[in-house]
């Protein structure tokens, strides 16, 4: 796209420095973090046809282009200056945080019994469904319901 056109205010900071040059992508940013990141200044170039809003980064360049008339795309670029290191640390820390460490914890006899009945019988069937065998208890007194069967049955 040809962005020559495209009067950039001196007065604003763009948030990808070399905007208007195809390069790789810096960042992708997901909808549920994009609005969070926007600022409320906005402003409109002269002809209308273009938005620069404000976000955490810089200003973004919005608008649309005679050249996509048939077509509709939305993108946004951003040349962020992280420190790959510092980035690298961060999510490090994130999964260290977030890693739920099964060798430490204990289990009940139940939840043994459970985990062994699974190991020992869980397959996938033709049709790509896993199955498993429900396990059962043998004493029927252990369900908690069978003394207020007796009771019921004996009054």
């Known amino acids: ?9 001196s007065n604003i900071d763009l948030a990808d420095k070399d905007f208007g040059i195809p390069g790789e992508i810096d960042l992708l940013i997901g909808c549920e973090l994009f609005f969070e990141l ?8 002269p002809c209308e046809k273009w938005l620069f809003q404000e976000t955490v980064f810089g200003y973004i360049v919005v608008g649309s282009s005679d050249k996509f008339e048939e077509k509709s795309y939305c993108g946004l670029a951003i040349n962020s200056e992280i420190n790959s290191d510092s980035l690298n640390q961060q999510l490090r820390a994130f999964w260290e945080i ?22 020992n019988t869980h397959y996938r069937n033709e049709e790509g469904r896993y199955v498993v065998q429900l396990p059962f208890k043998k004493d029927p007194n252990c369900l908690g319901i069978y003394g207020l069967k007796t009771h019921a049955i004996s009054s």
């Open 38 to 45: 926007l600022r409320p200044n906005q402003l409109r170039s």
């Open 1 to 9: 796209m040809d962005t020559s056109e495209i009067k950039i205010p």
């Open 98 to 119: 977030e890693t739920v460490d099964e060798s430490s914890k204990e289990y009940s006899l139940e939840e043994e019994i459970c985990e062994t009945q699974y190991q």
